[in-house]
Every structure is written in C-alpha cells, then in structure tokens.
C-alpha cells in the first residue's frame, strides 16, 4: 500500500517539477522535517543508497530499489534500519539516504513524513531526546526556496509578489542558518522558521519566480538585512523594535495596502473564564474574575503593547505580544470592549461574561506585507519597487557578493 501511494506521487511529481538553475556558489540548508519522534520511513524515488556517515567518513550500508519503503526507529538510543530482508543497528553517526541514479528529466526526490523532498536526507538519534530520531532534509538553498515561496503565498498571486517573497524568504533563510544548531539543522519547516512544504507544493509560476531572482538578497550597507514578514499589518506595518526589541533602520513603520486581506479585519469574543484561564497558564497568575481589560501603552503604529487586566482578586500589566501568542489574536492592532450580554454579580462586583478584541491585520506586522505586496504588484509595482517600500534604504545585492 505504502508502495502503491509513493508510486503515485512520483507520478504526479514529474508532471510539474522542473529542474534547478545554478549559482557560482552552492549553499545548502538543512531543514527538520520530522523532530522528536520515535520512527519514521523513507524512500527514493530512483535507485537509491543507504549511507552510515561517521567521524567524517562515508559508508555504504546497502542499495535500495525506487520507492522501496525503509523503516528507521529509535531502538534503545541506537537507530534500527529496517528494509524488506535487511536489518541493521547503527550505534553511533547518522544515516544519510541518497539517491544514487540521476534519470535527467526526472528530479531524484527523498520521502519522509509523508512528503517528497528533493536533496538527500539525515537521520540521527536526537541531540535533545535519545529515544527519539530526528529526520533533516538537506538541499541547496534555491530548491529549498522552490518548496518555500508557494507555501507562504499563493501560486495564483501576481508573479512581482511572488519574486518578491522568493528575495524576501532567500534573505531570512540566509541570515537564520543555524538558527536551531543544538537540534542539528538549520530551520524549521513551519511558521517558526518559514513554511517549507518540499516537492508537492512546488507550482511552475514560483520555481519560475525563484529561478528568475536567483542569488539575489535584500542588503543594508552591504550587508543581509533580517528580511522579516508577515500577512498583512491592517494598514500599517509595526517599527522593527517594538517587536524584535532591536533598532533597525529598514524595519520602520511604513503604510501598508493590504485591505483585500481576508484578516483585514477580525473580531474574536473571549469569555470571562478562558481568560482566567489564559492568565493562569500562560502569566501564572490568578487574579480572580475579570472586570477590565485596557490597553495602557501602545506603539508608534497603534498596536497595543502593554494590556492592563483588573479582577476581582488583584491586577496585572502585561506584554500585548505575549498574550496574543497566548490567546491566538491575529495580531496586537486591536481594541478590546466588553459585552453586557451575560453580566453577573460576584461580591457586589458586575462581571463581564464577554470581551470581545476588534482588530486588523495577520501576523507581527513587520517588515513585508505579503498582501500589500499582492496589491502593489497588482497596481503594476514591480519587485523591486516593493521591497524598497517595506524594507527601507535597503538595496538588491546578488549573494555572490555578501557571502564569502
């Protein structure tokens, strides 16, 4: 069965992928698909080899057939191998699963965790759990980004917001190498780091987008700036420093054009015990039943940045970013009001059932707006033009230049 669905992915997969461009300077990243678990299984899509790398040296272990399914788990701290007849224990290193046969046309792709990759594959006993394994794909950082651009924007976008975000997402993964070098890869597949979603999100018009920017970066005085992003902002983007905490001159607060967002405006009601809840757990705090929440201190754009929270038992300030995170808001541009509906007494207090935040935007709010860049693009601005817009002073350099 599991044979039968890799087949079929193939399949589908060579309908749309096309091969890399090259740059003079190869840069791989390695992303962690697949952390803290216990098994996993893998394939090639063509004749394929299982490697054991240790103390830098390389070792065959066997050949496996295309789409010829291999089991790895965690066996009592040391990695298990399993495939068809073939079983082998690896008690220290990594496993490094190849493809071993190039067909020209066809990409050589990877499997794991349900999704084809393209590059090769690293298994190892993890470096923060030894029951558990860790599955790293490693690939060249312009294939990296043909899995990156359609699953943070859509494919159907115009193609100058699509190259927009193939510079924006080059940059950020370049100056985020390393980010998570205790797990042993650099970046994460998800929001965390940036979306990665490998070879089936893959779409003609983004590895079009990718190709056609390839090697260039967003700099400031020469320099790879922290190329951040998020949806939208509401109509204007957050000051880098009220929410990295760091001063930096292309990050400032500039208007966004993001109104056909869908998250443009948002409305989300929370009653009175989830919010208990909420401060008990995520601020360890129990301040009885809400009475009043008020916005204190906000930023230079109207983002909230300090909430005050009145109960029954006592009060407490705290970080409008932390409780966004806390209470999953859309973003920190809101108001909070309370709703009579459902008002009772408690020790001749009058408790709110309902508060409900009235907001605009999706995200942090710095940096590019990804549906103001749809909108620029749509009024005919061109890449470069927006970026220039939401990164300020900032010039497009090729890589070849900023990375020795």
Avoid at 12 to 35: D, F, H
Avoid at 115 to 128: A, C, D, M, P, Q
Avoid at 204 to 218: F, L, M, Q, R, S
């Amino acid at each position: 069965m599991l044979k039968k669905y890799l087949l079929t992915s193939i399949i589908l997969l060579t309908v749309i992928l096309i091969s890399p461009s090259s740059i003079s300077k190869e840069i791989n990243i390695r992303v962690g698909i697949q952390t803290n678990i216990q098994s996993t299984i893998v394939s090639t899509s063509l004749n394929g080899t299982i490697f054991h790398f240790y103390n830098n040296k390389m070792n065959k272990v066997f050949d496996i057939l295309p789409q010829e399914p291999c089991y790895i788990e965690n066996k009592k701290g040391l990695l298990q191998i399993i495939s068809n007849d073939k079983k082998l224990i690896i008690s220290s290193g990594k496993v490094i699963i190849k493809n071993t046969e190039d067909k020209g046309k066809y990409v050589p792709l990877v499997y794991a965790g349900n999704k084809w990759y393209r590059g090769e594959l690293e298994i190892f006993v993890s470096l923060s759990n030894k029951n558990n394994i860790t599955v790293v794909n490693n690939l060249p950082l312009e294939e990296y980004l043909y899995g990156v651009v359609p699953s943070e924007m859509p494919s159907s976008w115009p193609i100058e917001a699509l190259k927009t975000q193939a510079i924006a997402a080059r940059t950020y993964a370049l100056t985020h190498l390393g980010q998570f070098a205790k797990e042993g890869f650099d970046v994460m597949p998800t929001v965390i780091s940036q979306v990665y979603g490998g070879a089936e999100s893959e779409t003609p018009i983004t590895n079009k987008a990718v190709d056609e920017t390839i090697g260039k970066v967003i700099t400031y005085n020469n320099k790879l700036i922290n190329a951040y992003y998020s949806s939208s902002s509401g109509g204007i983007t957050e000051d880098g420093i009220n929410v990295w905490g760091e001063n930096l001159p292309y990050l400032k607060s500039v208007i966004d054009f993001d109104e056909d967002s869908p998250k443009y405006s948002w409305y989300k009601i929370i009653n009175n015990t989830d919010l208990q809840n909420i401060l008990k757990n995520s601020f360890n705090r129990d301040i009885g039943k809400i009475l009043n929440i008020s916005i204190v201190e906000t930023t230079s754009s109207g983002r909230a940045n300090k909430l005050l929270f009145e109960g029954t038992k006592s009060n407490i300030e705290i970080d409008a970013k932390k409780f966004r995170l806390a209470s999953k808001l859309n973003s920190t541009l809101f108001k909070v009001e309370k709703m009579d509906l459902g008002t009772s007494f408690y020790d001749n207090y009058s408790i709110p059932n309902l508060f409900i935040f009235v907001g605009k935007g999706w995200g942090h709010g710095t940096g590019m707006s990804q549906w103001g860049a749809r909108a620029m693009a749509k009024n005919g601005k061109t890449h470069v033009e927006i970026i220039k817009h939401y990164y300020q002073g900032t010039e497009i350099s090729n890589i070849n230049s900023i990375i020795n």
